[in-house]
């Protein structure tokens, strides 16, 4: 009898189930981009007292934590987002970035990648472990994640020109190449991927002799 | 007049305003407590506070205000409860509070200035939250959100059909009691929507697109939301569909249903007009001319005495001169004619046609047609031509048969949220925002619509502007929970985290709202 309504009464309840904690978490996002971070922190906390099995209000905490320079509570706030949510990719880039600015880069590389394992459009994941693999010199892992994300963006001129980074120091010249000619037609202005290129070519010259010889 | 004469005159119609009765059924849910909080928390003071039972343990505060009476006894069902506030009440206008429900401040004020300003509508009603709340063990409830469900504005025969106008956002005049019979005591969980169906046929209903109130529903914790959409008891629908107040009914036709079987269908006959008040939700009354009828008439049937040989004209004749209703439903003598077609016919006939025609139902087969008139059009062609068949006699008088057109069915708004909602489901966001906004310009429910359709643009990507535009509009003129968010996650998307905050706060205002003040969720 009741079926023909627009919005029937339990779809208006489930709607009302998390409304309220979608509002917090709004303001709390807008809060922390104005820079309130204080008031941002106590929407985050009201929100995860309305729902104190979700990740995201301890993400929002962490991140709070984390802009404030307090490396200890964000830590623990993501702990407990990735122990709410064992699939929260951003509980565990929230851990990688701290562990990044504690300099632990192993352990900050491992995050990174655990939370491209959960979520491979992460892109601040994706160029956080571009920089660490930087710190650290491994890049093989990093290239399949890069590779990875552009096959679902290729159009990203920034990931195409950290793959092609990492592809010249492996010495995969050409693809290198490759990806920074796609870089320059997609931003025809970006000064360092000219420059690169330029790199890339002289050095992909200079042992083409030799391996004409070799052959 | 100034700005400020206006808000001066407005103070003073307050605060010499009529007496409104707000009855408070106080039975068999928590709450009752906040609720009256609520009621003598009004801007508009000239209150009658009827509270019908005993409310929580520990008794009610508030009951020493000399506004509240209090009316003993509360057993049985709601509609008993709701009966005895209502004789109760005295004042020019009456409205509705249960416990587990709260008005907002400005609720009896805002009804009343409506109704004061209307000469044609004896009842109005506003917009309720529904608002969930988690029921924690340790007596607390933090809201979880406030969602308006309906907002639709008052349709007759939707209100037949289901339940559309929630008791808490409603207020009358009473002496609409009188007429339309007050709520009917047997009535539990339909006694409201009985009430309404019965003041809808002797008045019509004003909208006021404002949220004025709110009804909790409790959830424990990790547990689904108590499903109310489901079926009402089977009992109770068949008292409210056949409930007939007094006539004369000034807003609605009565329809007379006249049944002739061919060949005689004896105790089948019973059983197909089961079948069809089962599905009629319109007021009407059904007339059998079969000489093999049952042998006995159930509440609203008459059975006729025809005689076996009588043609099929002759028994309708028979059947035509008894029927009391406003329009007569000639249902085909052989064939499944559906309630369906039947409401179809007559909703047709009332909204639409023109005096001289009458809407044939369903399909007509050769030999068996069936056709909704109105009651003086076929006695006028039966007196002018008795000679003839029925359809001839009709015909030959100028009334002209035609099938009910598309657009003159019931439910056409019903229908085009349903194709938009199923638009929606299928990702196909754009048209379903163009459905939404065609449907607020055709039927008249423009900031609902716009609101549904910036939502649907919202989801569609890439149709911000468009969409905040849309959700600017519904906002200026009613703004909820839903429309505020919505509007901030536009804004946000788009770079203006200030503003959206802004929005985000009156949102966050309205959710943090209860009874008692300012609370937090948890």
Known sequence: ?215 | MAAGDSRVMHVRDIQAGPTVSVVLTACRRAGAAAALRSALAQTHRDLQVLVVGAGEPGGLAGLGDPRVRRLAGCGGPAGAALCRGARAATGKYVCYLDAGAAYHRHHVRTLVEALEASSDCGAAYGEVYRTTRRALPDGSRPVLGKVVHDRRDFDRFFLLHCEHVPLTGLMHRRSLLGRAGGFNERLDRLAAWDFCRRLALFTDFLHVASVTGEVYVDVPPGEAAPEDAEQPPAAELREVRSARPPKPWPKMADLSIVLAPEPPAGERAAGRIAELREHLYVPCRFYLADPAGPSRPADGVACLRVGRDWPWDARVDKAVRCCDGDCIAVVPPAGETTAAEITSAFHALVRHARSDEAILLGRPRPGAWGAVFRREQLLRARDNWPALPIRRAAEADGVVLRPAEPDELPFAFERGLRAAGAAEADGSFRQAAGAYEALGREHGQVDWMNQAAAESLYRAGRQDEPALTLCRRANAASPSVSGLLLEARLLRRNGRAAAARRMLERAKGILDWTPNGKEQPC
Do not use: W
């Open chain 1, 1 to 215: 009898m009741l079926s023909i309504r627009g919005l029937s009464a339990d779809e208006a309840v489930s709607r009302g189930r998390t409304q309220h904690f979608d509002v917090l978490m709004e303001l709390g996002e807008c809060r922390a981009a104005l820079g309130d971070l204080d008031r941002a922190a106590e929407c985050y906390r009201q929100a995860g007292c309305l729902e104190p099995a979700r990740a995201a209000p301890y993400v929002g905490l962490g991140v709070v934590a984390l802009q404030s320079g307090r490396l200890a509570e964000a830590q623990r706030a993501f702990e407990a987002a990735a122990s709410r949510e064992p699939a929260c990719a951003e509980a565990y880039g929230g851990l990688a970035m701290v562990r990044q600015r504690q300099e632990d880069y192993a352990g900050a590389f491992e995050m990174h990648l655990k939370c491209l394992e959960l979520d491979t459009d992460n892109l601040v994941a994706l160029l956080g472990l571009f920089q660490t693999s930087c710190q650290m010199g491994t890049f093989a892992k990093v290239i399949r994640y890069l590779e990875l994300y552009l096959q679902r963006h290729p159009g990203d001129t920034s990931v195409l020109f950290c793959l092609a980074t990492l592809y010249a120091r492996e010495d995969r010249l050409e693809a290198a190449r490759e990806c920074l000619l796609s870089v320059l037609a997609l931003e025809p202005a970006k000064a360092e991927a000219g420059q690169l290129l330029e790199q890339v070519e002289q050095e992909i010259a200079r042992t083409r002799p030799l391996d004409a010889l070799s052959a």
